[in-house]
């Protein structure tokens, strides 16, 4: 089934620069962030500069939508959709810092996806049995 936001698979070349963007190291830091974060981290900037690379793996309709007037939360969501191809996830949570209610967000592996060889390890076997 074809790619319905990108038109080449991300990989490690944009993935690196796209998680450095919100301070991390890289793409398995587990360390959580902010929205404030994100703004000490100069992420939007970041971003921004990217988005001519980030263009090249969208596809023309879906480039137009989220790399038109980057927010922060379009940040997110950028980098929500390029590391769901690798199996990972970026989790929100909303946390009371300092008294306030924040969102904190953090990358983590999708455990809910596992590769299914099609192949099975044990053969198994069937009886067809066709007699009424």
């Not at 455990?111 to 007699?131: G, K, N």
């Amino acid at each position: 089934m074809p790619n319905q936001l990108f038109k080449i698979n991300p990989d490690t070349a944009i993935i690196q620069p796209l998680v450095e963007a919100f301070g991390l190291t890289d793409i398995d830091d587990s360390r959580y962030f902010t929205r404030e974060n994100m703004t000490e981290s100069h992420t939007l900037d970041t971003i921004t500069d990217l988005s001519d690379q980030l263009k090249e793996y969208y596809l023309p309709c879906k480039s137009k939508v989220y790399l038109n007037n980057i927010t922060d939360k379009k940040c997110i969501t950028i980098l929500r959709q390029f590391i769901k191809p690798l199996h990972y996830q970026c989790l929100g949570k909303e946390k009371s810092i300092s008294g306030t209610k924040q969102m904190t967000y953090r990358i983590s592996v999708n455990e809910t996806h596992q590769q299914v060889s099609p192949h099975p390890e044990v053969p198994r076997e069937f009886i067809i049995d066709f007699s009424v």
